[in-house]
């Protein structure tokens, strides 16, 4: 199980910083990810690290303001955000991909946590 939180109301310019931990499962040896889905929209991929942490990637609409994340002693996965915009407002998903050290697909990822909502004011 995986189970987000760290989400709220910020003003544009601010900072949130979202965790992701999991239980039940060790999710050491997984790729992880932070996907979101804003109303009306399609669910996009916004930053994937390696089992490891030591590769990661990031959509082109947070690279320089985002920043992915793990602890693996403490099974939890970060997302840094700064400099938020209104547009970053959406419900923000972790996921595994199970069984795979690293993985930029949205597919690739099969455990979902239940969403955390982020919220930018302008």
């Known amino acids: 199980q995986l189970q987000a939180c760290g989400g709220g109301l910020v003003q544009a310019g601010g900072s949130l910083r979202l965790s992701c931990a999991a239980s039940?499962?060790?999710?050491?040896?997984?790729?992880m990810g932070w996907f979101r889905q804003a109303p009306g929209k399609d669910r996009e991929t916004v930053a994937t690290?390696?089992?490891?942490?030591?590769?990661?990637d990031y959509a082109d609409f947070v690279r320089g303001r985002f920043a992915i994340s793990r602890d693996n002693t403490k099974r939890t996965v970060y997302l840094q955000m700064n400099s938020l915009k209104p547009e970053d407002t959406a419900v923000y998903y972790c996921?595994?991909?199970?069984?795979?050290?690293?993985?930029?697909?949205?597919?690739?990822?099969?455990?979902w946590g239940q969403g955390t909502q982020v919220t930018v004011s302008s």
């Open positions: 690290i390696s089992w490891r942490g030591s590769t990661t």
């Open positions: 996921a595994a991909a199970g069984g795979m050290a690293y993985s930029s697909r949205q597919s690739s990822y099969n455990y």
């Open positions: 039940g499962r060790t999710i050491n040896n997984y790729a």
